[in-house]
C-alpha cells in the first residue's frame, strides 16, 4: 500500500534496538583480542569456545563504557545487577548460550532528543545492556547463502564474546508520518553519542552499529497497538529509513485486507528495500534466562559511577548548540549543516582561522555541490579545513575573488596541491597591477564604445558592462571595484 | 498432582533438539516432576528473611583489566572439533526443511 494511504489509515509504533559493539581491545570474558578482519578463529581460546573448565572474567573497560553510555542516555545505573544465560539451540555460540543482562540490566529508563524537521522528539531508553557478541556463521550449500535451506554451516568465532552493549528503546508513538525519519534521526544521534563517549567505532558497515526495527501498526482512532515485527540487518542509516516505510506498507496492506501480521524476524534486503520473512521469533521463556553462575554480580560504585559522570564528555547536541550560539546560525542552518555532516568541517576551518560564516559558506555552497555532483560524503572530499581556511584568508586579503576562490578549490580537489599552490600554478592571483588593469580597461573601453558613450552622458549604471568586460577580459582575475573606479576615472565621471 | 506434563516435556525437548520418543516423554515427566518437587521444599524451608540467592559466594565487582593475553593458534582451535572446512568449525544443518 503507498505510504501516503497507509498513514490515512493506521499510526506506526516504532522501537529501536540497537547493538553496538565497544571498542576494547580484549573480548567481554576473555584475553582474545578484537580486531576486525583476522584470519578465522585466531581470536579464540578456551574461554570463549568454551571449552571445559573454563571460567569467563567480566572486562572492567566493557563495564565502565556500558554504565558510561548509560550515563551519557540519561539512564539510572544499577546499584546491583548480574548476567543472565540466554539459553538457545544455534551453533554461533559454542556454549549454547549467550551471556547477557535479562531482567537486571545495568542501565535503565533514560532518553535521547533528537531533531525532525525543526521539532524536538524525545525517544525514550527502556535499557541499556551488556552482552557477548555471536560468531559468525557461513551457510553452505542451498541456492540463498541463508541458514534455509543450507546443507550445513561453517563457524568463525573470532566474533563470539566480543562485548555487545544493546540500547533499546521504549515504544515510540506519536511519531506519524515522520516514523522513518525519526528512526533514522535516533539512529544517526545515538551513533554520534557512542562517537563522542569514544566507546565503539559504531561501523555500520562492519557491524559494529546494528540496528533492529521493530514497527508495529494500529487504526487510526485505537489506542490498542498491533502485532509487531523486528527487522534485522538494517546496515545502513538509509536503510533504517527505508526498513521503518516499507513495514508500514506492507503491514498496512495486510491489515487493510483483512489479515493478521504474524510476530516474527524480518530480514531488510538492501538492494530492493523490501523485508522477507526469518524465523519466528521464540518467546522469552523459550530462552530459559537464569543468573549467570560463572559470573559474580556487579555492583557499581556510586562515586565511581558519579565519577564517570562528570568526565563524560560534552554531549553532541549541546556542542550543537554551543557552536550554534557561537556561529551565530540559524536553527534552519544548523541543521542542514548537521544533516550535511558539515558540523565537524567547519568547526575545523574556524579552528584554522576562517571566520565561521565564510567557512559555512564554503562548506556548504561549492564543496556540498561538488560533494554531491560526485556521490562522496563532504568529509570524504579531498580537501582539509585548513584548505578551506587558506582560501578564505586569501579572499580576505584581497588576493582571490570569490570566483578565483572557487577555482583555488577545483584545483585542490583535482589533486595540484595546496591552495597556495593553485594560485601559482594557475596564476589565479588578482591582477593589482594598475598598469596592466589599465591596458586592459583601454581594449575594454574601445571595444565597448556605446557603452562609454552612456557612461559618459550620465548613465553610471552602465558601467556594470564596462567592468563586466574587464572581468571577462581579465579571465576574472581583476578586481572589481578597482576597475570600476578607475573606468569611471577614465571617463571622467563621477562615482 | 503432577507439575510437568509431558507437553511441557516435549516442548523443552523441541527446544533443546532433542528427538524423545513417547515412552521417554512420559519417562522424563515423572522424573523432572521429582526434581521439581525437591525443589518446592527447599522453598519451604526459605523464609521471608531469607533473601534469594543465586551464587554461593558474597563477592562483586570481580573484573579482569582489559589487557589481551595470546590466543590459541587455529590448529589448536580447531584440534577438537569433528569437522573443520577452511579453518571453521563445521556444523550439521542448523534450520530443519520446516522452518
Same mark, same amino acid.
Given at each position: 500500500m503507498p505510504y501516503d494511504e497507509a498513514l490515512e489509515r493506521f499510526e506506526p509504533v516504532l522501537g529501536l534496538e540497537t547493538h553496538v559493539e565497544l571498542g576494547t581491545e580484549s573480548k567481554m570474558f576473555c584475553g582474545c583480542p578484537t580486531t576486525f578482519g583476522a584470519p578465522p578463529n585466531t581470536h579464540v581460546c578456551p574461554v570463549c569456545l568454551a571449552l571445559p573448565g573454563s571460567l569467563p572474567v567480566a572486562n572492567a573497560k566493557a563495564i565502565e563504557s556500558t554504565i558510561r553510555i548509560g550515563l551519557a542516555l540519561n539512564c539510572s545505573i544499577a546499584e546491583w545487577c548480574r548476567f543472565?544465560?540466554?539459553?538457545?539451540?544455534?551453533?554461533?555460540?559454542?556454549?549454547?548460550?549467550?551471556?547477557?543482562?535479562?531482567?537486571?540490566?545495568?542501565?535503565?529508563?533514560g532518553y535521547l532528543d533528537v531533531q525532525v524537521e525543526g521539532k524536538t522528539v524525545r525517544v525514550e531508553i527502556e535499557r541499556v545492556h551488556l552482552e557477548e557478541d555471536t560468531g559468525k556463521s557461513t551457510h553452505v550449500g542451498g541456492a540463498t547463502g541463508r541458514i534455509q535451506g543450507a546443507d550445513y554451516s561453517i563457524v568463525d568465532y573470532n566474533r563470539a564474546g566480543i562485548p555487545l552493549v544493546?540500547?533499546?528503546?521504549?515504544?515510540?508513538?506519536?511519531?506519524?508520518?515522520?516514523?522513518?525519519?525519526?528512526?533514522?534521526?535516533?539512529?544517526?544521534?545515538l551513533r554520534e553519542v557512542l562517537r563522542s563517549l569514544g566507546v565503539s567505532d559504531v561501523?555500520?558497515?562492519?557491524?559494529?552499529?546494528?540496528?533492529?526495527v521493530n514497527v508495529s501498526l494500529m487504526p487510526r482512532g485505537s489506542s490498542e497497538w498491533g502485532t509487531r515485527t523486528e527487522t534485522k540487518n538494517v546496515n545502513s542509516l538509509r536503510s533504517v529509513e527505508r526498513a521503518v516505510r516499507g513495514e508500514i506498507e506492507r503491514q498496512a496492506a495486510i491489515l487493510a485486507d483483512g489479515g493478521r501480521i504474524i510476530q516474527e524476524t524480518r530480514h531488510f534486503h538492501e538492494d530492493t528495500g523490501a523485508t522477507t520473512s526469518g524465523r519466528s521469533k521464540e518467546e522469552a521463556q523459550d530462552y530459559r534466562y537464569f543468573p549467570e553462575?560463572?559470573?559474580?554480580?556487579?555492583?557499581?560504585?556510586?562515586?565511581?559511577?558519579?565519577?564517570?559522570?562528570?568526565?563524560?564528555?560534552?554531549?553532541?547536541?549541546?556542542?550543537?548548540?554551543?557552536?550554534?550560539?557561537?556561529?551565530?546560525?540559524?536553527?534552519? =542552518?544548523?541543521?542542514?549543516?548537521? +544533516? $550535511?555532516? %558539515?558540523?565537524?568541517? !567547519?568547526?575545523?576551518?574556524?579552528? /584554522?582561522?576562517?571566520? *565561521?560564516?565564510?567557512?559555512?559558506k564554503w562548506w556548504m555552497g561549492e564543496l556540498a555541490r561538488r560533494a554531491n555532483e560526485?556521490?562522496?560524503?563532504?568529509?570524504?572530499?579531498?580537501?582539509?579545513?585548513?584548505?578551506?581556511?587558506?582560501?578564505?584568508?586569501?579572499?580576505?586579503?584581497?588576493?582571490?575573488?570569490?570566483?578565483?576562490?572557487?577555482?583555488?578549490?577545483?584545483?585542490?580537489?583535482?589533486?595540484?596541491?595546496?591552495?597556495?599552490?593553485?594560485?601559482?600554478?594557475?596564476?589565479?592571483?588578482?591582477?593589482?597591477?594598475?598598469?596592466?588593469?589599465?591596458?586592459?580597461? =583601454?581594449?575594454?573601453?574601445?571595444? +565597448? $564604445?556605446? %557603452?562609454?558613450?552612456? !557612461?559618459?552622458?550620465?548613465?553610471? /549604471?552602465?558601467?556594470? *558592462?564596462?567592468?563586466g568586460g574587464v572581468m571577462k577580459a581579465s579571465r576574472g582575475k581583476a578586481d572589481a571595484g578597482r576597475a570600476r573606479e578607475l573606468i569611471l576615472e577614465k571617463l571622467g565621471v563621477q562615482g | 498432582?503432577?507439575?510437568?506434563?509431558?507437553?511441557?516435556?516435549?516442548?523443552?525437548?523441541?527446544?533443546?533438539?532433542?528427538?524423545?520418543?513417547?515412552?521417554?516423554?512420559?519417562?522424563?515427566?515423572?522424573?523432572?516432576?521429582?526434581?521439581?518437587?525437591?525443589?518446592?521444599?527447599?522453598?519451604?524451608?526459605?523464609?521471608?528473611?531469607?533473601?534469594?540467592?543465586?551464587?554461593?559466594?558474597?563477592?562483586?565487582?570481580v573484573f579482569r583489566p582489559d589487557e589481551i593475553r595470546p590466543s590459541l593458534t587455529p590448529d589448536q582451535a580447531l584440534s577438537g572439533a569433528p569437522a573443520v572446512e577452511e579453518d571453521r568449525f563445521r556444523v550439521p544443518r542448523i534450520l530443519g526443511e520446516e522452518a
Open positions: 543472565a544465560r540466554k539459553n538457545y539451540f544455534y551453533p554461533d555460540m559454542p556454549k549454547n548460550y549467550q551471556i547477557s543482562q535479562y531482567d537486571e540490566p545495568l542501565c535503565t529508563d544493546e540500547i533499546v528503546t521504549k515504544p515510540v508513538e506519536g511519531t506519524d508520518r515522520l516514523a522513518p525519519e525519526v528512526a533514522r534521526a535516533y539512529v544517526t544521534e561501523r555500520m558497515e562492519e557491524g559494529s552499529l546494528r540496528c533492529d553462575p560463572d559470573l559474580v554480580p556487579i555492583a557499581p560504585d556510586p562515586a565511581w559511577v558519579a565519577q564517570l559522570k562528570a568526565e563524560l564528555p560534552e554531549l553532541p547536541s549541546v556542542r550543537r548548540a554551543r557552536l550554534q550560539a557561537e556561529w551565530g546560525v540559524s536553527d534552519l =542552518d544548523m541543521a542542514a549543516m548537521h +544533516n $550535511a555532516g %558539515a558540523i565537524e568541517l !567547519v568547526e575545523a576551518t574556524v579552528e /584554522a582561522g576562517a571566520p *565561521a560564516a565564510d567557512a559555512r560526485s556521490g562522496t560524503a563532504l568529509a570524504d572530499l579531498p580537501i582539509r579545513p585548513g584548505d578551506v581556511a587558506k582560501v578564505t584568508e586569501l579572499v580576505a586579503s584581497g588576493a582571490l575573488n570569490d570566483k578565483l576562490a572557487r577555482q583555488v578549490l577545483e584545483g585542490v580537489l583535482a589533486g595540484e596541491g595546496t591552495p597556495e599552490d593553485v594560485v601559482e600554478k594557475r596564476g589565479l592571483r588578482i591582477v593589482n597591477d594598475e598598469g596592466e588593469l589599465s591596458a586592459i580597461i =583601454d581594449q575594454v573601453l574601445a571595444s +565597448n $564604445a556605446d %557603452a562609454a558613450d552612456k !557612461v559618459r552622458s550620465g548613465k553610471v /549604471a552602465a558601467v556594470g *558592462a564596462l567592468v | 498432582m503432577s507439575a510437568i506434563t509431558r507437553d511441557e516435556v516435549a516442548h523443552l525437548a523441541r527446544l533443546s533438539r532433542l528427538a524423545l520418543d513417547e515412552e521417554e516423554l512420559d519417562h522424563f515427566a515423572a522424573q523432572l516432576d521429582q526434581i521439581v518437587g525437591a525443589v518446592a521444599r527447599v522453598a519451604e524451608v526459605a523464609a521471608g528473611d531469607i533473601p534469594p540467592s543465586s551464587h554461593a559466594l558474597p563477592l562483586t565487582n
